[in-house]
């Protein structure tokens, strides 16, 4: 497949990775634009085999697929560079946090193919979490590419537009949180003298086989936990720590913080 990216950065780069790990495109498939100064994005996809080119009309002219992974404060300005060269032969997946339907439809010729994806990194080892939702103009089969595409590297699911805020926090945002997990779990056993590296191999794969369990066998997070739990154990103790430093209202709190954010993104635009 050739694909075109309209921003080459950190989820530009763990997509096009996992597209080729699925073999669903080849490194020197892909058409990429990056901000003329941003070196390193350009490296980064120069070693994957891709055409560097900072003329974002060039890009959409010359794949039929872009997906659009600049910041949201730049949506506006690549709208205006590709606007007059957009024709319904083309397929835009913005993955762009806050940036709605609506903005990237109004900035764009009417019957504009658009859909709006929420993709998280861990797309690069094919272990992603990607919704998307159609735009107006998009078609069944528009809707079939974004799903074989973003299911090559992870599970993807179609949401309508209004849940996608709070995706946005808990799978895109999401993984941040759990690496801040395995670094303070990792703490607490490098502090009762595990070796940093142990430590964090145990911790990683303990956030794997736990979320495997969730996935594979169906069961309430909440019985799993019990399963785990014996009574006067050291689960329980720990848990109880856990409880007390309010780690639940933490969480929730970070996932509406962070879906907040979104909100104040979309209406800034
Ligand atoms: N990083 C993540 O884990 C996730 C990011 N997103 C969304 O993906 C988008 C990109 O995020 P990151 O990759 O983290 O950002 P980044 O800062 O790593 O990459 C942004 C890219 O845009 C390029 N760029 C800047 N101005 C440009 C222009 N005028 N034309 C073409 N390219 C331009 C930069 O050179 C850079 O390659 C954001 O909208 C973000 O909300 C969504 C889900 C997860
Ligand atoms: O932090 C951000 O703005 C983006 C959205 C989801 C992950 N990264």
């Given at each position: 497949?050739?694909?075109?990216?309209?921003?080459?950065?950190?989820?530009?780069?763990?997509?096009?990775?996992?597209?080729?790990?699925?073999?669903?495109?080849?490194?020197?498939?892909?058409?990429?634009?990056?901000?003329?100064?941003?070196?390193?994005?350009?490296?980064?996809?120069?070693?994957?085999?891709?055409?560097?080119?900072?003329?974002?009309?060039?890009?959409?002219?010359?794949?039929?697929?872009?997906?659009?992974?600049?910041?949201?404060?730049?949506?506006?300005?690549?709208?205006?560079?590709?606007?007059?060269?957009?024709?319904?032969?083309n397929l835009l997946l913005s993955v762009a946090m806050g940036v709605t339907i609506k903005q990237l439809e109004?900035?764009?010729?009417?019957?504009?193919?658009?859909?709006?994806?929420?993709?998280?990194?861990?797309?690069?080892?094919?272990?992603?979490?990607?919704?998307?939702?159609?735009?107006?103009?998009?078609?069944?089969?528009?809707?079939?590419?974004?799903?074989?595409?973003?299911?090559?590297?992870?599970?993807?699911?179609?949401?309508?537009?209004?849940?996608?805020?709070?995706?946005?926090?808990?799978?895109g945002s999401g993984p941040a949180f759990i690496y801040t997990v395995i670094e303070a779990l990792s703490d607490?056993?490098?502090?009762?003298?595990?070796?940093?590296?142990?430590?964090?191999?145990?911790?990683?794969?303990?956030?794997?086989?736990?979320?495997?369990?969730?996935?594979?066998?169906?069961?309430?997070?909440?019985?799993?936990?019990?399963?785990?739990?014996?009574?006067?154990?050291?689960?329980?103790?720990?848990?109880?720590?856990?409880?007390?430093?309010?780690?639940?209202?933490?969480?929730?709190?970070?996932?509406?913080?962070?879906?907040?954010?979104?909100?104040?993104?979309?209406?800034?635009?």
């Amino acid at each position: 497949m050739n694909l075109g990216f309209i921003g080459a950065g950190k989820l530009a780069h763990a997509l096009a990775k996992g597209f080729i790990a699925a073999g669903l495109t080849k490194g020197n498939l892909l058409t990429v634009s990056c901000a003329p100064e941003d070196t390193l994005s350009a490296e980064t996809f120069k070693q994957l085999g891709a055409t560097i080119n900072y003329d974002n009309k060039e890009i959409i002219k010359k794949s039929e697929v872009t997906i659009i992974a600049v910041k949201p404060d730049v949506i506006p300005q690549v709208l205006t560079d590709i606007k007059d060269v957009v024709t319904k032969k083309n397929l835009l997946l913005s993955v762009a946090m806050g940036v709605t339907i609506k903005q990237l439809e109004q900035g764009l010729p009417g019957n504009s193919r658009v859909i709006r994806v929420m993709p998280n990194t861990p797309a690069l080892v094919r272990e992603g979490a990607t919704v998307y939702v159609s735009g107006t103009h998009a078609t069944e089969q528009d809707c079939d590419l974004t799903k074989q595409l973003f299911g090559s590297v992870g599970i993807c699911e179609r949401v309508n537009e209004y849940i996608l805020d709070p995706v946005t926090a808990l799978s895109g945002s999401g993984p941040a949180f759990i690496y801040t997990v395995i670094e303070a779990l990792s703490d607490g056993a490098v502090r009762m003298g595990m070796a940093r590296d142990l430590a964090y191999k145990l911790a990683a794969q303990t956030v794997v086989g736990a979320g495997k369990m969730v996935l594979n066998t169906q069961t309430h997070p909440g019985v799993l936990k019990d399963n785990v739990t014996s009574p006067a154990g050291s689960t329980c103790e720990g848990l109880h720590h856990l409880e007390e430093n309010g780690v639940r209202s933490a969480f929730i709190k970070a996932i509406e913080g962070a879906t907040k954010k979104c909100r104040e993104t979309a209406k800034k635009q």
